[in-house]
Antibody, heavy 126, light 108 residues
Framework: EVQLLDSGGGLVQPGGSLRLSCSAS????????MSWVRQAPGKGLEWVSV????????DDADSVKGRFAISRDNSKNMVYLQMSGLRAEDTAVYYC???????????????????WGQGTLVTVSS | DIQMTQSPSTLSASVGDRVTITCRAN??????LAWYQQKPGKAPKLLIY???TLETGVPSRFSGSGSGTEFTLTISSLQPDDFATYYC??????????FGQGTKVEIK
């Protein structure tokens, strides 16, 4: 059974830092790209960061670029989100998500989220 | 960036009703669209991908259709467990994802 367990959230002051963790089990972790998606209170979903299965490639949403960094440790089946320069607008529940890669003969590879962690709340406030 | 717009934002319905949610993209995403269900305090759950392919284990009362810029999620007979918020998400381009703002299905 696929399981993703998010942790590390909490209350942090504006300008502060926090590291989120996601522990994965039930699948061959290194074979999957992984991502973080966030949801501000009462709002919709926003993709934040993504990392390739090997950890060699990453990308971030413009809203967090230069402030957040995603990483992974395939020996521990863990993915991390290091957040710095936190702002009030970063307040959200952060979800770790597994990315499924589907191949279509005529179109190539396409990527979407198929399993999500339970989320961890980050509150940025003084 | 591809923008996704869902309608309605809130939908009131009764058990047994047929429910339809619409999702529109501001440019063609062909059929690269997923639908998710989210219950309060819980993580989103994948229901449908490639616009109309039902994820394993999802009840057959859920169906998706559409292509290009307009898509629909239909629940053929609403069940008590289906009251939730539903999100569409496009995945046309490599590592670029955007979600609709969500549609809350509430009890009438």
């Amino acid at each position: 059974e696929v399981q993703l367990l998010d942790s590390g959230g909490g209350l942090v002051q504006p300008g502060g830092s926090l590291r989120l963790s996601c522990s994965a089990s039930g699948f061959t972790f290194r074979n999957y790209d992984m991502s973080w998606v966030r949801q501000a209170p009462g709002k919709g979903l926003e993709w934040v960061s993504v990392i390739s299965g090997s950890g060699g490639s990453t990308d971030d949403a413009d809203s967090v670029k230069g402030r957040f960094a995603i990483s992974r440790d395939n020996s521990k089946n863990m993915v991390y989100l290091q957040m710095s320069g936190l702002r009030a607008e970063d307040t959200a529940v952060y979800y770790c998500a597994r990315i499924r890669r589907d191949f279509y003969e005529s179109s190539g590879y396409y990527y979407f989220f198929d399993f999500w962690g339970q989320g961890t709340l980050v509150t940025v406030s003084s | 960036d591809i923008q996704m717009t869902q309608s309605p934002s809130t939908l009131s319905a009764s058990v047994g009703d047929r429910v339809t949610i619409t999702c529109r993209a501001n440019e063609s995403i062909i059929t690269w669209l997923a639908w998710y269900q989210q219950k309060p305090g819980k993580a989103p759950k994948l229901l449908i991908y490639k616009a109309s392919t039902l994820e394993t284990g999802v009840p057959s009362r859920f169906s998706g259709s559409g292509s290009g810029t307009e898509f629909t999620l239909t629940i053929s007979s609403l069940q008590p467990d289906d009251f939730a918020t539903y999100y569409c998400q496009q995945y046309k381009s490599f590592w670029e994802w955007t979600f609709g703002q969500g549609t809350k299905v509430e009890i009438k």
